[in-house]
């Protein structure tokens, strides 16, 4: 057995791993700890610096609430959730891209008939939203549940502004017919920042970061036999698709709205999702 030395701190650290504890465990925890300490020994971290990242993670926990999870928010800035979606959800090329969830998802939204609003509170333009779910083949899906949220015109989720918004605001469930088709009526998104009052705002603004994402839709798809798709699509031409605070564009996910004659529904996005099978 060696002491802790600044040339042996890793090991010394990870020869205290029990013997028989889980091998998952093991190895991830054998890593972080590798890891952790050649990043302290790239920068020469200060105790000033490392007592600065302290106070930031204790901030960070600090503002969390049932409301709000600051560190979804900075494993979000930080790139992780997308590295962590691209690792586990390797897909066949023809297949719909996952992308980050996002905080404000909620469970159990209404459903909705084919073709109805998911906007109730009047803003915004609206925009009628159609296309497929299908298989990697191409035949359509019948009966896959289409989960669709998204911001209001002045770039909130009804979740931000309990009492402001209606509840369930471009919020809804809709189930494909038997052609595997969807339709219904939202609005064309607008761009919003991402919160930064907290911690992780205060460190994109210290990086010279800003924290807009793109206008975009979020869609969850599933159905029995095939992968869950998380996912979003984007509009064409938005200033901030090149450099989304969160990481989560995808080029195949960029949609062209297009212009229709139609005063009540002035744009359209069509858009096909495309399901992989399920894996193990
Ligand atoms: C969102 O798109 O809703 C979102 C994603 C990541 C962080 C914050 C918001
Ligand atoms: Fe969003």
């Known amino acids: 057995m060696s002491y802790f030395t600044e040339a042996q701190s890793a ?17 991830i925890m054998r890593s972080l700890v590798t890891h952790l300490h050649a990043f302290i020994k790239d920068v020469e ?3 000033e610096e490392w007592a600065t990242a302290i106070d930031f993670l204790t901030a960070t926990g600090r503002i969390c609430s049932a409301e709000r999870q600051e560190f979804i928010l ?35 939204a209404p459903v909705r008939e084919m073709g109805a609003s998911i906007c109730l509170d009047g803003g915004g333009e609206a925009c009628l939203f159609e296309g497929m779910v299908t298989d990697i083949a191409g035949q359509p899906i019948a009966g896959a549940e289409i989960d ?10 009804d979740v931000q502004q309990p009492g402001v918004q209606p509840q369930w605001n471009n919020r809804g469930r809709f189930l494909t017919d038997k052609d ?15 919160p930064y009052d907290g911690p992780v705002g205060q460190m994109l603004e210290a990086t010279g970061r800003h924290p807009w994402r793109p206008a975009h839709t979020h869609f ?24 989304d605070a969160v990481f989560g564009v995808k080029a195949p996910l960029i949609v062209d709205y297009e212009p229709t004659p139609d005063a009540a529904t ?15």
């Open 220 to 243: 969850i798809i599933s159905a029995p036999g095939f992968d869950r798709l998380v996912t979003h699509t984007f509009v064409a031409g938005d200033a901030w698709l090149e450099s």
């Open 11 to 27: 090991e010394a650290v990870n020869a205290r791993l029990g013997a028989d504890i889980d091998p998952r465990l093991d190895r």
């Open 266 to 280: 002035p744009w359209r996005c069509a858009f096909d999702f495309v399901l992989a099978p399920a894996h193990a």
């Open 180 to 194: 595997g088709r969807y339709a219904f009526i939202g609005i064309k998104p607008v761009s919003y920042p991402i």
């Open 148 to 157: 669709v949220w998204s911001d209001n015109a002045d770039g909130f989720y």
């Open 74 to 108: 900075l494993s979000d800035v930080l790139g992780a959730s997308m590295l962590v979606d691209a690792i586990n959800n390797r897909r066949p090329d023809k297949a719909t891209q996952n992308t980050v969830l996002g905080p404000f998802h909620v469970a159990g």
């Open 45 to 47: 971290l200060t105790g």
